[in-house]
């Protein structure tokens, strides 16, 4: 067995692993490294090609390979969940595989809107598969995979149980140990279990918090802050914006239902949430589509801002810019390139925290001031993390008990302290507990 690292070993992004079992290849992730791309964006750049997307290290190193030989060997595509670094190099990669692309329904669908979006076609099945459930892929042997359910800060988050003859591979990139989510199931100890009684051979894991000595907070705290800002507040008479991450629908729930008992309008404002709460909608896990009026073309957007202009006390708006990015729709108000000006004593809450990448720190802080000079309240990082602490990764480890460990989903400096628990639990560096990077063979 050779696991490569493709990408998401250098970097918070990017993510693609790939696990070769001889005659059968499966590519599990497929992700955009996003500060580039937004730095495209900044540019007014819409020359998003493949080979353009190459060049400024936005997408995964696949061409690898085709180097080594395996891409006409490649089976399936796995996908863990919706988000862009784990989803969005699709569209440019999935051309050159002919095997399905797979992942639960809210995942998918996220996809094809991406897809059909940016009028992009490709030629591979894209297969939807329930949470808990299992999926076979077909080539020179058969392998059944587990869509085992987890949570993170979107819905329908997946660890990914590959069972070969030499043990179960788990990729578990991206999530948290959160037993009272505000929407969507718990995470499956049960299935969890199992696959450590059948024996875990390697565990490809989240290590973005590592080095954070905590058990990262439930939803439902996150939930509690959201209610403290918005119910205890002094802004009956100004205008509330609230920005947060598009994906994270359990959090846009506890927005709205806050939202409703301060008996103002809610308005969701901007393309990405357009793309995301759709896509809830379609797959039945947005219960609160009735409660809202989104918003995303040019027209619509002017119109509800003029809208919230005048009623500024009988509306509430969620928009995207929670990173300060440009062209979202708090980015240009805060520049005065839409037709709402903030006031004195407006509300701007951030139900985010900053990614920590130097593009997302400064656009940010750049937004953040020309917010203040309006005289607005700014209320930050009213969130929890998506993202599984060190004991949590205690926890997992402890319940799995896997022959190899393999750190992901950041630089050296997120992977590291992940070497460092392992050793504590009795693992050996570069023994069972690996240390890669981009574009490195792990033979097991």
């Not at 808990?132 to 987890?150: A, L, R």
């Not at 957007?301 to 929670?322: I, M, N, P, Y």
């Amino acid at each position: 067995m050779k696991i490569y690292t493709i990408g998401g070993y250098n970097e918070v992004g990017k993510n693609m692993t790939v696990l070769d079992l001889g005659e059968d290849v499966i590519i599990l992730d497929a992700g955009l490294y996003l500060p580039p791309v937004v730095e495209l964006q900044g540019e007014d750049n819409k020359n998003y090609s493949e080979k353009r997307l190459r060049s400024i290290g936005a997408l995964p190193d696949d061409l690898l390979l085709d180097q080594l030989g395996l891409r006409n060997k490649v089976r399936a595509i796995l996908l863990g969940h919706a988000h862009l670094d784990h989803i969005g190099a699709i569209p440019y990669l999935g051309y050159r595989y002919d095997a399905p692309v797979v992942g639960t329904p809210f995942t998918v669908t996220v996809l094809k809107k991406i897809l059909g979006d940016d009028g992009i076609t490709i030629r591979n099945d894209i297969k939807a598969i329930q949470p808990n459930s299992s999926y076979t892929v077909k080539g020179k042997k058969n392998y059944k995979v587990d869509f085992i359910n987890i949570t993170h800060s979107t819905i329908q988050t997946s660890m990914i149980a590959v069972h070969t003859p030499e043990g179960v591979v788990l990729y578990a990139n991206d999530f948290k140990l959160d037993k009272t989510p505000i929407l969507g199931l718990p995470p499956n100890y049960d299935a969890l279990k199992s696959i450590a009684k059948e024996g875990v051979k390697a565990l490809v894991v989240d290590s973005l918090y590592s080095g954070s000595e905590r058990k990262t907070p439930s939803e439902k705290i996150a939930r509690d802050l959201v209610e403290e800002v918005l119910l205890t507040t002094h802004n009956e008479n100004n205008a509330i914006f609230i920005a947060t991450f598009s994906s994270h629908i359990a959090r846009l729930k506890s927005i709205v239902d806050f939202g409703k008992k301060l008996n103002r309008k809610i308005y969701f404002v901007g393309r990405s949430l357009k793309k995301y709460v759709s896509s809830a909608m379609d797959v039945n896990m947005c219960p609160f589509k009735k409660d809202i009026y989104l918003a995303s073309y040019k027209k619509q957007v002017e119109a509800v801002l003029r809208k919230v202009d005048k009623d500024r006390k009988g509306s509430l708006v969620v928009c995207t810019g929670h990173q300060g990015e440009p062209g979202s729709i708090l980015e240009r108000i805060s520049r005065k390139q839409l037709p709402f000006n903030f006031e004195p004593n407006d509300n701007v809450i951030f139900s985010s925290k900053t990614i920590p990448t130097p593009v997302n720190i400064t656009q940010k802080e750049n937004m953040d001031n020309r917010l203040k000079k309006a005289g607005v309240r700014i209320f930050d990082n009213v969130h929890v993390s998506g993202h599984a602490g060190r004991e949590d990764l205690r926890d997992l480890i402890s319940l799995l008990n896997p022959q190899n460990i393999i750190p992901a989903h950041g630089d050296l400096q997120q992977l590291t302290p992940m070497i460092e628990l392992a050793r504590e639990m009795g693992y050996r560096a570069g023994k069972e507990c690996h240390l890669m990077q981009d574009g490195q063979t792990l033979r097991l």
